[in-house]
C-alpha cells in the first residue's frame, strides 16, 4: 500500500514556472514507477510525465517535452514535477501516481495508488 500527497500547486502567470513534490508512504516506495497526470475540467486524466523505479528511464507527454522534468529522491520518498515555460493550458488538477515498475510507463492503466491531486492554474 502507497499513499500519496501532492503539493506545490498554485496560480502562476504564463510563462512562469512551479515544482510539484508527491510524497510517498511506505517501504517499497523506491520499487514502483511514478507518474504525473493532469486533468483539466471537463476532460479525462492524461499522462504527463513519468519515471521509473530507478529513476533511469523518463517518459513525458508531448505537450510538455521540453518544458517540465521529472525527477525522484528514494531516500525521501518523493517524486518532483519541476514545470517550466508555463502556459494556460496546463491548467489542470496534477495527479501523482505510483505504478507497477513493468508496466509501461506511459499507460494510465498502469497506476494502482493515486493521491489528492493539486491545482496548477496558469494564466494568460
Known amino acids: 500500500q502507497v499513499q500519496l500527497v501532492e503539493s506545490g500547486g498554485g496560480l502562476v502567470q504564463a510563462g512562469g514556472s512551479l515544482r510539484l513534490s508527491c510524497a510517498a508512504s511506505g517501504r517499497t516506495f523506491s520499487s514502483y514507477a511514478m507518474g504525473w497526470f493532469r486533468q483539466a475540467p471537463g476532460k479525462e486524466r492524461k499522462f504527463v510525465a513519468a519515471?521509473?523505479?530507478?529513476?533511469?528511464?523518463?517518459l513525458f507527454a508531448d505537450s510538455v517535452k521540453g518544458r517540465f522534468a521529472i525527477s525522484r529522491d528514494n531516500a525521501k520518498n518523493t517524486v518532483y514535477l519541476q514545470m517550466i515555460s508555463l502556459k494556460p493550458e496546463d491548467t489542470a488538477v496534477y495527479y501523482c501516481a505510483a505504478g507497477r515498475p513493468n508496466y509501461g510507463l506511459g499507460l494510465i492503466g498502469g497506476y494502482d495508488y493515486w493521491g489528492q491531486g493539486t491545482q496548477v492554474t496558469v494564466s494568460s
Open positions: 519515471i521509473s523505479w530507478s529513476g533511469g528511464n523518463t
